[in-house]
């Protein structure tokens, strides 16, 4: 049986993702976690790496939104300055906020991918779904205050259970 945490695909990080790959397999919405995944929770803009990367894949036809557990302040920074929709405090792995977004934009749930940093919210969450869940590595050992307790969670299951090997990628 596939453990609920288990992520489809994982990446060291959101610029090694084989988005071709994703293309082929009919995937048109690209739904990113902000801390950790594009941002390190200490910063308050997107980086310049960034901005080109979410540029190159709208030009490229996928759709991009960010779903975020952080305050609206923060998330909003990031997707007033990426122009992509963006919601907050989506209490990932609940699945919600990923409801609305989903309902909101009309998007087919079998043409999605979840791209996150962690199992216990963002894999989870996308899981329960059904939707394409990605792992990356975190961008820092720094955690926004919403994950640092599912953080240990997640640093206890990997330790009990082979869901991943950090650094084993696979896709
Ligand atoms: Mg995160």
Do not use: W
């Not at 990113?32 to 540029?55: G, H, M, Q, W």
């Not at 991009?64 to 302040?73: D, E, F, Q, V």
């Amino acid at each position: 049986m596939t453990s609920i945490y288990q992520p489809k695909m994982y990446y060291q990080n959101i610029f090694t993702i084989n988005y071709d790959l994703l293309k082929k397999q009919n995937i048109k919405y690209l739904i990113f976690d902000l801390d950790n995944t594009i941002a390190d929770c200490r910063t308050i803009t997107p980086s310049k790496e960034v901005i080109t990367l979410f540029n190159k894949l709208q030009k490229q036809g996928f759709q991009i939104y960010i779903l975020s557990n952080a305050l609206k302040r923060r998330v909003k920074q990031f997707g007033s300055a990426l122009k992509v929709p963006y919601y907050y405090l989506s209490l990932k792995p609940l699945t919600i906020t990923f409801k609305r977004l989903i309902k909101n934009n009309n998007l087919d749930i079998t043409k999605i991918a979840m791209i996150g940093d962690e199992l216990y919210t963002d894999i989870k969450g996308s899981n329960k779904l059904k939707i394409l869940s990605i792992l990356v590595d975190p961008l820092t050992k720094h955690d926004y205050i919403f994950s640092k307790i599912s953080r240990l969670r997640e640093k206890h299951l990997i330790k009990k259970t082979n869901i991943i090997k950090r650094g084993e990628y696979y896709e």
